[in-house]
């Protein structure tokens, strides 16, 4: 039971960050006015929460439910999943800042300030399928490493 409940949040917990991530890439445009960057902010600021959300629930579920953690500790495409989530969290540092600059300077982005961001959105955008992939053959008990 506790397992199915994590499952169900951490499911719609990684929904909403794709959902999040998508609506900044939508929101960040040449040509974008205030009112848009401060409106990225604030959906920004939804993206940190659920990365933290995720990282809890997550978490939770390899320790205390679903196959305990010498199962994933032992798992390479655990590793791979983890990694994959923390090279998308530190793509997502220099957007967040730029964000915040935009805002305080109260004055809207240059073209070239837009398609910098735009970049790292698509990479971590194009990091989201391998994530998938890892989380369905971990789950699977492809992966086992040989060490006990
Ligand atoms: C955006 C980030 C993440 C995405 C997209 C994601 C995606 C998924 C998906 C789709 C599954 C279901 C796999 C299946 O049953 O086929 C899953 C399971 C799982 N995830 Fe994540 N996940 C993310 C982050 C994390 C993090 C940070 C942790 C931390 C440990 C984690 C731990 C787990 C665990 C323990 C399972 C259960 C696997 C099993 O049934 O054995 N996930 N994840």
């Given at each position: 039971m506790p397992d199915l409940i994590l499952a169900i949040f951490h499911h719609i917990l990684v929904f909403s960050l794709f959902g999040v991530l998508f609506a900044e890439l939508v929101l960040v445009r040449r040509g974008m006015d205030l009112a848009t960057v401060s409106r990225v902010s604030r959906i920004d600021l939804m993206y940190g929460a659920?990365?933290?959300?995720?990282i809890l629930v997550g978490f939770s579920r390899a320790v205390f439910a679903a196959k305990g953690w010498t199962y994933y500790a032992h798992n390479i495409f655990f590793h791979a999943k983890i990694a994959t989530f923390v090279l998308i969290g530190v793509l997502s540092i220099p957007p967040t800042l730029d964000y915040i600059r935009w805002r305080r300077a109260g004055?809207?982005?240059?073209?070239?300030?837009?398609?910098?961001?735009?970049?790292l959105l698509w990479i971590e955008m194009a990091l989201f399928p391998a994530l998938l992939a890892f989380a369905a053959?971990?789950?699977?008990?492809y992966g086992e490493l040989p060490i006990h």
């Open positions: 659920l990365a933290g959300l995720i004055t809207a982005p240059s073209d070239p300030q837009v398609a910098s961001v735009r970049r053959a971990m789950a699977r008990g």
